[in-house]
């Protein structure tokens, strides 16, 4: 072997091994949605038996470092015959919330967000909003990057739902605790895209949150369960599996 030619290979060896490789979704995770025993009632309280014996996501992390954020969050997924049921508790020093009416721009108040892809094959998915005034905001995506979110807000989920604040809302000057969200989204808001879901399905799904407040440094903190490598909580790829079980 010629040096001109050992060099060669050299060069593209140490070329190669600088090249940044391409940033890969992680593989979904698996999360159980287990059956409801007995009545849930949409009051904030979330002190039914039923809601003891959900499984609880409580790793929520920031999109791209995949960090913890210093606001901790958690939620509990519960269904029925008739309703997905989630109850999200936030962790919240300055508890935030502007927006009054239906389908406006929540994501610029504290925000409780659940997106929902019923199918990972296809391109429909739907994204539903609730802030701290019990504000909320349904979004039905036939496909992503279709649109601003003014052209999906037609879709309604129907969804019942209780907020209550730990603390004084839009009260900057003192220290609240967090706020809560319990609601019921009804399974036939999904029949578009799905039937109800049997025992045994898997649904993509990913639990986000807007925080904003005074006592974070950059004003703003963005959340969520699914390991996000993007700063989108449109990237589906990313999102976790939700299965129907008992």
């Known amino acids: 072997m010629t ?5 060669a ?10 090249l940044p490789r391409a ?8 999360f159980q949605c287990h059956r409801a025993r007995g009545n849930i009632t949409i009051d904030g309280k ?13 790793d929520f992390r ?4 995949l960090e913890r954020p210093q606001s901790a969050s958690s939620v509990r997924v519960l269904w029925d015959d008739e309703c997905l049921y989630f109850a999200m508790v936030m962790e919240d020093l300055d508890v935030y919330g502007m927006k009054t009416e239906h389908d406006t721009r929540t ?8 997106f929902v892809k019923p199918s990972a094959a296809d391109h429909p998915y739907y994204e539903i909003h609730v802030n701290p005034r019990n504000t909320k905001l349904d979004l039905f995506f036939p496909r992503r990057g279709a649109g601003t979110f003014d052209r999906f807000t037609p879709w309604s989920s129907g969804m019942r739902s209780a907020v209550i604040v730990k603390g004084t809302l839009n009260n900057w000057r003192d220290k609240d605790k967090g706020w809560l969200v319990e609601a019921a989204i009804p399974l036939k808001a999904f029949a578009a895209t799905t039937p109800k879901p049997q025992l045994g399905d898997r649904w993509r799904f990913a ?3 807007y925080d904003y407040s005074v006592h974070l440094e950059n004003g703003r903190e963005l959340s969520s369960t699914a390991l996000l490598t993007k700063a989108s909580f449109h990237t589906f790829e990313a999102y976790d599996d939700m299965e129907f079980a008992e």
């Open 107 to 114: 994501w610029e108040d504290d925000v409780a967000e659940l």
């Open 9 to 18: 290979l050299v060069l593209a060896t140490l070329t190669w091994g600088c």
């Open 23 to 30: 940033t890969r979704e992680p593989e979904p995770r698996l």
């Open 46 to 58: 979330i002190d039914e038996p039923a809601w003891q014996a959900a499984q609880v996501l409580d």
């Open 3 to 7: 040096r001109r030619l050992l060099a």
């Open 62 to 65: 920031l999109p791209i470092s």
């Open 207 to 209: 639990f986000c949150r």
